[in-house]
């Protein structure tokens, strides 16, 4: 199956959902997860088929019943996707990090000693009075 239909798959946040209901309790029906959720059972119905196309879950019937399980195996080349971005975020909030200690560290300055000083009289925010 190809990445884009498990993005797609993916896209929806009824199907994260039934995603995480399979991952926490296993396989179940599809009336014990449509159950679940304030939609029709043809709609999660429809839903399933979309992850079981993408190859995000497994059906199997149990007599009259469809049963349905997690199949995480695409979810590794979404995760291979992602990893660099994740390395690019890690970066960033280290250099962040780094930063704030720095600030941390320097001693704070009064309003007099900035560079720009204090408004003068007849300054009001950056406006002379009688213009704002």
Do not use: C, I, N
Not at 25 to 37: I, K, N, T, W, Y
Not at 67 to 89: G, I, K, N, Q, S
Request: a negative charge; glycine letters at 8%.
């Amino acid at each position: 199956m190809s990445a884009d239909h498990v993005f797609a798959a993916l896209a929806s946040p009824a199907r994260r959902e039934l995603l995480r209901l399979l991952l926490q309790e296993g396989a179940q029906p599809a009336g014990r997860l449509a159950e679940r959720f304030d939609m029709s059972r043809p709609s999660v119905s429809e839903h399933l088929k979309v992850l079981r196309d993408a190859g995000l879950v497994a059906e199997s019937r149990k007599g009259r019943e469809r049963h349905y399980r997690l199949e995480a195996a695409p979810l590794m080349e979404v995760r291979d996707w992602l990893t660099p971005y994740e390395r690019f975020w890690r970066d960033r909030l280290a250099g962040l990090g780094a930063l704030l200690d720095e600030l941390e560290d320097e001693p704070e300055v009064e309003p007099e000693d900035q560079p720009w000083g204090r408004p003068t009289d007849g300054m009001r925010d950056g406006v002379e009075d009688g213009d704002g």
